[in-house]
């Protein structure tokens, strides 16, 4: 009651739109927490943040009723990289690789420093079985940032055809980890995929 009579001063409070979203989603459903953001964003069609906390709730559990809300973001603010990041995995996704790496380079022009235009190329490429264009990829992203995400890591060792190949991804992963300044994750996830090729005291 008291988070309604919140929305109804203050339609656009986001901490509030965010706080009974959520519990909607706990005591009704995740439907009715859907429902109550859709008639909000009826309400306010250009509002950035609103549309963002629909397409969260969304993502995961109604990917293609995500995907109308991810344009609108996107034509709301075309110049967001992590938008435009989910929307080229949506592009991957539904088998449209070519604008998948079309958005790609979007991304590379609107932010060079940005490891994520080559992360998704790699992932397009490794998705095509272009396994040498993956790596000369996943590199590219690893340069820029040694601990960008996980999968990029993981899909550079993926991309590797044979020992030969995975020894030099490791080596170049390790040195990649000891030249930039990192906080941690890249240096477990180097851990978790070397024990996987490497002797124990070599890890």
């Given at each position: 009651v008291l988070w309604r009579e919140v929305l109804e001063r203050e339609p656009l409070?986001?901490?509030a739109q965010q706080e009974f979203?959520?519990?909607?989603?706990e005591t009704q459903g995740r439907?009715?927490?859907i429902k109550h953001l859709e008639e909000a964003c009826?309400?306010?069609?250009?509002?950035?943040?609103?549309?963002?906390l629909l397409y969260r709730h969304l993502a995961d559990s109604a990917p293609h009723a995500a995907r109308p809300v991810l344009q609108r973001l996107l034509e709301l603010?075309?110049?967001d990289i992590s938008l435009r990041c989910a929307w080229a995995r949506c592009l991957v996704e539904i088998g449209r690789r070519e604008d998948g790496l079309r958005e790609a380079e979007q991304i590379e022009q609107l932010d060079p420093r940005n490891p994520a235009s080559h992360s998704l190329r790699g992932a397009i490429y490794q998705v095509e079985g272009k396994h040498e264009e993956a790596q000369a990829a996943f590199r590219k992203a690893i340069g820029l940032s040694a601990e960008y995400d996980y999968n990029t890591i993981s899909g550079l060792?993926?991309?590797c055809r044979t020992v030969m190949e995975r020894r030099l991804a490791l080596n170049f992963?390790?040195?990649e980890l000891s030249r930039h300044?990192?906080?941690g994750d890249g240096l477990l996830a180097f851990r978790e995929l070397a024990a996987r090729y490497l002797d124990p005291p070599e890890v």
């Open positions: 409070a986001m901490d979203a959520q519990f909607l989603a439907k009715a927490a009826t309400a306010n069609p250009n509002h950035f943040e609103l549309h963002l603010n075309p110049t060792i993926r991309s992963l390790q040195a300044l990192i906080f």
